[in-house]
């Protein structure tokens, strides 16, 4: 009988990502989207829902993560540019791109799970993730010097909300967005300190 619960909690998991996936994608806003609209298109109960996800916020994390996971093998143990064995300046520029293009095909989900955390972004684990690989990154750039701030500035350019006003509001192309990080990350880590 464990053996029959266990395949039915993870069917219902599938299950209850691919509908909320389904809902966020067709949704203009994300918090349009309730738990009880995710249980229902799931055709679990809502209380299989809260078990599995605790909250709003646990289904929103837990669909960004399964969203996330191509990414993340490519990140840890992918060929390059992701990948760890390419330069440390090369692969700042790629894992940019990979957060700028994952917020840009997941906008959505990302505002929602980026304004709705009820905290500091920046102690949500998906921010914090990114930050500690960044700045890992980081150092090994010689001559680089405070590898945490350059980190936190670097990650602010792919911010949801800034994601989402450049995109949507002002029109910029995607192609156009990826090339101006990639400018700003490259002048950046050229710069080096400041002078005094």
Known sequence: MPERNRKDAIRNREAVLAAADALFARRESPEDVTMADVAAAAGVGKGTL??????RAGLLRALYEARLEPIREAVESGPPPLGPATPPQDRVCALLDAVLCFKLDNRRLALALEEGGGGSPYR????????????????????????????HALLAATRADLVEHLAEEEGVPRERLRAQLANYATRSLASGPPQR
Do not use: K
């Not at 809260?50 to 909250?55: I, K, P, S, T």
């Open 50 to 55: 809260f078990r599995a996800f605790g909250d």
């Open 124 to 151: 949500a684990e998906h921010y914090e993730r990114w930050h500690r690989l960044l700045q890992a990154v980081l150092e090994r750039i010689p001559g680089l010097t405070d590898s945490d701030f350059t980190a």
